[in-house]
């Protein structure tokens, strides 16, 4: 298996069911399709997209459980690397406060434009959310099952 295909599968592994549930809370909050696709192709919809998708549970420390190779390309790191970090560390310390203000909004409503907020990349690489969307990972039944992040288009602060 090439390097690639090991960091699809250890994503589609960890978020196991999960993963439909990234689209399908979308479409329920939005009434809109999140990718293009049928159900059978959603897997790779989800990891080929232009777009991050950064999604964490709902531990009291949440957790990243997917990332797409948008979002790993951005944020510099392995699959490996990104399963099971703790959330917070993707904002820089001086700027948590701005993700804070985020899932605050989540808990009054499922769905959050996001316009504002610096991230950090494994390398100390800086990068300004210009435009982002954030929901509640909502199953069926309404329960909650983690947080998603969709950025659509972002800055980079620091020089390559």
């Known amino acids: 298996m090439s390097v690639e295909e090991d960091e699809r599968t250890a994503m589609r592994d960890s978020a196991g069911s999960r993963l439909a549930l990234i689209a399908e809370s979308y479409a329920r909050i939005t009434g809109e399709p999140l990718v293009e696709g049928s159900p059978e192709d959603l897997e790779e919809a989800l990891w080929h997209s232009p777009h991050v998708i950064l999604v964490h549970g709902d ?25 099971g970090m703790p959330s917070h560390l993707c904002a820089e310390p001086t700027r948590r406060h701005e993700r804070v203000k985020v899932l605050t909004e989540l808990e009054k409503r499922n769905l959050v434009e996001v316009d504002t907020g610096v991230r950090i990349a494994s390398s100390g690489r800086r990068f300004r959310l210009v435009r982002a969307k954030s929901w509640n990972l909502l199953d069926e039944h309404g329960a909650k099952h983690g947080v998603v992040a969709y950025y659509l288009e972002w800055r980079h602060l620091d020089p390559a």
Do not use: G, H, S, W
């Not at 531990?59 to 510099?76: S, T």
């Open 59 to 83: 531990e009291p420390v949440p957790r990243i459980f997917y990332a797409n190779r948008q979002a790993l390309d951005l944020y510099e790191m392995t699959a490996e690397a990104f399963i």
